[in-house]
Antibody
């Protein structure tokens, strides 16, 4: 049974960098054909996919155009986890952030982290 | 980006009655290489992450009650709850995984009449 456990701060000031980690149990971040995703949800934007990482002979990353200049998704195979970095946070980035496993639908989700950006 | 549009935005159905939610994509999500529709349905209850109910448009996820079913192909899809139970009160979303960016419908809020 796959479980995803998120960790990271929930309160940021404008211009700061968001860093969230998603620890995986029951699967490997290197499993061929499985994508590891970050998604956020807010009342104004609904569910918004931010990006993914996956391994298929080598590592690939895909990012949403709307955040492409600010986002980095990394993997740590030694800890079996992946992470989200989102730079230059603004109040418009306030949302619940989720990590999720796609195989291919988003079958497994983290518990969610409410991230508030406020001065 | 593929735009996903759900209808209705909200729905009130009596217990034991059928509930039907529609989802339309701005382009086909039927992938010719595997002849499968890259479409999933999710249920979200307050304070919880979305839970996948259906994938490949019509395949029920393990553990999902058989009163939930998905149908459709190409650009038009339907989620049906055959006999509404109290625990089905939630917001339902469709999502395409035909290509990135993955996109979601705006959600349909299902309530008891």
């Amino acid at each position: 049974q796959v479980q995803l456990q998120q960790s990271g701060p929930g309160l940021l000031k404008p211009s700061q960098t968001l860093s969230l980690t998603c620890a995986i149990s029951g699967d490997s971040v290197s499993t061929d054909g499985v994508a590891w995703n970050w998604i956020r949800q807010s009342p104004s934007r609904g569910l918004q996919w931010l990006g993914r990482t996956y391994y298929r002979s080598r590592w690939y990353n895909d990012y949403a155009e709307s955040v492409k200049s600010r986002i980095t998704i990394k993997t740590d195979t030694s800890k079996n986890q992946f992470s989200l970095q989102l730079n230059s946070m603004t109040p418009e980035d306030t949302a619940v952030y989720y990590c999720a496993r796609a195989s291919p639908g988003l079958a497994n989700w983290g518990q969610g982290t409410l991230v508030t950006v406020s001065s | 980006d593929i735009v996903m549009t759900q209808s209705p935005d909200s729905l009130a159905v009596s217990l034991g009655e059928r509930a039907t939610i529609n989802c339309k994509s701005s382009q086909s999500v039927l992938y010719s290489f595997n002849n499968k529709d890259h479409l999933a349905w999710y249920q979200q209850k307050p304070g919880q992450p979305p839970k996948m109910l259906i994938y490949w448009a019509s395949i029920r996820e393990s553990g999902v009650p058989d009163r939930f079913s998905g149908s459709g192909s190409g650009t038009d899809f339907t989620l049906t709850i055959s006999s509404l139970q109290a625990e089905d009160v939630a917001v339902y979303y469709c999502q395409q995984y035909y290509g990135t960016p993955y996109t979601f419908g705006q959600g349909t809020k299902l309530e008891i009449k």
